[in-house]
């Protein structure tokens, strides 16, 4: 079983940045590739950002590109999101997810088998 518990989210005006983390447990983190993903109101769940088990790729959605890096540090079993020049559009839950092929990314919220419970980002205008 892995747990995933996010961190980080807050209230921040737009044009400031936030740095979300990820803590995982309960199993060897390097074996997973991670993802963030988010939920504004009123919307379904979108893809923000994936990384490989080493950091060595990663993707974005076009939304969030130039703006947001999402890394990993696999001796502290955790994954970050670091979020720039925020807008009031990035306003969602954002939710981390572990996913098994820990070789290939991927953008579907059905290939990630394990979720935090969120954490909650505003960005006021």
């Known amino acids: 079983q892995v747990q995933l518990v996010e961190s980080g989210g807050g209230l921040v005006q737009a044009g400031g940045s936030l740095r979300l983390s990820c803590a995982v447990s309960g199993r060897t983190f390097s074996n997973y590739a991670m993802g963030w993903f988010r939920r504004a109101p009123g919307k379904e769940r979108e893809f923000v950002a994936a990384i490989n088990w080493s950091g060595g790729d990663t993707d974005y959605a076009d939304s969030v590109k130039g703006r947001f890096t999402i890394s990993r540090d696999n001796a502290k079993n955790t994954v970050y999101l670091q979020m720039n020049s925020l807008k009031p559009e990035d306003t969602a839950v954002y939710y981390c997810?572990?996913?098994?092929?820990?070789?290939?990314?991927?953008?579907?919220?059905?290939?990630?088998?394990?979720w935090g419970q969120g954490t909650e980002v505003t960005v006021s205008s």
């Open positions: 997810a572990a996913k098994r092929n820990r070789i290939k990314l991927s953008t579907s919220e059905y290939e990630y088998g394990y």
